[in-house]
């Protein structure tokens, strides 16, 4: 009976493990295939990309790039103005979602072209994409933080901006209850790296009346946040020196 409950014992354990292995195993191809298909460009409707630069950078200034969409295009005007004599404020601003190559690839080409050192690099993305998932971003995140990183030089400060809300949701499109599921998603990736926010969904549900469509702010909201992003900028630029 002894050697019985012996023996049970080592096959059963044999068999659990065995178990484990082929969830784990699973678990690891599901994630790889969801990667995969994250690693497909979905082009929208429009897709564009927008690069812009200080006309004559004064060398003597810190670098500063404004990574995002059409809301960072918005507010990027008033961040420049707000940082005149402090730096150089440099733009790329696409619709390419996190999930999409092109993305990454338009990161490449921006560093290629403007070659240039940036001390803080203030960055988002998480308005477009709706054909991704969830999942899907949150796999692909990590790329995107690498290529954030990279283009930083790795000395640059990093700055992650939260997707502000919209609206009106969109089923299965532009939703609140998904942009905030992405904002989790990067700050639960941001927080084990020691990266700061700027939180422009807070500040922006205070402002709900300030809406030029669905998505966009007017010219009043897009100076609100220019302001706090400027702000957020000179403090990062005051801790790197």
């Known amino acids: 009976m002894i050697w019985n409950q012996t023996f049970l014992r080592y096959h059963c354990g044999r068999a659990a493990r065995r178990m484990l292995v082929v969830c784990a195993a699973a678990i690891c191809i599901l994630a790889s295939n969801s990667f995969a298909v994250a690693e497909k460009s979905i082009p929208e409707e429009i897709e564009w990309a927008w690069y812009a630069r200080p006309v004559h950078p004064n060398a003597t200034l810190p670098n500063v790039l404004l990574l995002g969409d059409s809301i960072c295009r918005n507010y990027y005007p008033r961040v420049t103005e707000q940082l005149a004599g402090v730096a150089n404020v440099y733009l790329l601003a696409t619709s390419a979602s996190i999930g999409d190559p092109r993305l990454l690839a338009q990161i490449r080409e921006f560093e290629r072209l403007e070659a240039v050192p940036f001390a803080v690099v203030h960055f988002n993305n998480g308005m477009h994409g709706w054909d991704y998932s969830e999942m899907q971003y949150r ?36 939703s609140n209850d998904r942009i905030a599921a992405r904002n989790a998603i990067a700050l639960s990736a941001l927080e084990r790296q020691n990266i700061a926010v700027d939180d422009q969904h807070a500040l922006m549900i205070q402002h709900q009346n300030l809406y030029a469509d669905t998505v966009h702010y007017n010219a009043a909201g897009s100076e609100i946040q220019g302001d706090q992003a400027a702000v957020v900028i000179r403090n990062a630029l005051k801790v790197r020196k």
Do not use: C, M, N, Q
Not at 149 to 169: C, E, N, Q
């Open 139 to 174: 796999l692909a995140f990590p790329a995107f933080l690498r290529a954030v990183r990279k283009i930083g030089k790795g000395h640059a400060v990093l700055i992650w901006t939260s997707t502000t809300p919209v609206k009106i949701d969109k089923p299965e499109r532009a």
